[in-house]
């Protein structure tokens, strides 16, 4: 998993270096697509559940699952781009929010608030905790700051396939839900709006965007629970996480 982890934080690297007014979703797929193949893995969100491409590319007050198109990256933008590869069986998969040009400083604390309650949820990370521990970690910091959190979308075990048990939600009541236990491996991502929590898919069955049309936030690291604390599993080889 960490192998696995190690091409997706590579890719999410790259896409991330490209992402300029001008360029197109469709563009920072078949990107991935080449870097993730290149690397001995496939992408494992293309065609699964039928889904057609390698990423999601959600712009805006796309909140996920937005589909890759020619749609060109415009100066003020926020694409949310969320990866996967499997190799050898196992899966890792992350997200990150990225700025295209300059942004407001209204959408930039917006991020901000979202990468420091991933962070919360990261310490929360232990053998013996509760799962909604990590939950409660991401809601008390989003929401204690303005913003929402989507309810109808959450984390996941992830491990041999990208949606395992359990689910992780971005809300809680902390000191209930399962106990972590060493070797299990979660898919942490807050996905945090402006405005309402409310959202909405789109006729494409894929696409979810806030239903007032504000703008939304999304990062996702995969981590292992370990008795030597929490491992992101898809961060770089120097250890950080690419956010």
Same mark, same amino acid.
């Given at each position: ?37 290149? +690397? ?58 990225? /700025? ?12 901000? @608030? ?12 232990? /053998? &013996? ?6 939950? #409660? ?9 303005? #913003? ?22 971005? #809300?809680?009541?902390?000191? *209930? &839900? ?15 709006? +402006? &405005?309402?929590?409310? @959202? ?6 894929? *696409? ?13 690291? *995969?981590?292992?629970?370990? &008795?030597?604390? /929490? ?13």
């Amino acid at each position: 998993m960490r192998r696995a982890g190690l091409i997706v934080a590579e890719t999410l690297r790259g896409l991330r270096s490209m992402v300029e007014p001008g360029v197109t979703t469709r563009q920072l797929d078949a990107y991935a697509e080449k870097k993730i193949r290149s +690397a001995g893995a496939y992408p494992t969100f293309k065609g699964y559940r039928g889904f057609p491409a390698s990423i999601c590319a959600s712009v805006n007050d796309e909140v996920v699952h937005g589909i890759p198109s020619d749609r060109k990256l415009r100066d003020g933008d926020i694409i949310k781009i969320d990866c996967g590869a499997t190799l050898d069986g196992y899966v890792g998969d992350a997200a990150i929010s990225i /700025p295209v040009g300059g942004i407001s400083s209204e959408i930039e604390k917006l991020l901000q @608030v979202t990468r420091e309650s991933l962070f919360k949820a990261l310490e929360k990370m232990i /053998p &013996g905790n509760r799962l909604y521990d990590v939950s #409660y970690a991401v809601q008390e910091h989003v929401e204690d700051r303005g #913003y929402s959190i989507v309810r109808e979308f959450c984390g996941h075990g992830v491990g041999q396939r990208m949606h395992e048990d359990p689910q992780v939600p971005n #809300y809680g009541r902390p000191g *209930t &839900g399962p106990k972590l236990k060493e070797g299990w491996v979660l898919a942490v991502e807050p996905m945090v709006n +402006a &405005g309402s929590h409310e @959202v909405k898919i789109l006729p494409d069955g894929w *696409t979810v965007k806030t239903k007032d049309g504000r703008a939304s936030s999304h990062f996702e690291h *995969t981590i292992a629970v370990t &008795g030597n604390g /929490p491992m992101v599993l898809t961060a770089l080889d120097d250890g950080s996480m690419v956010l």
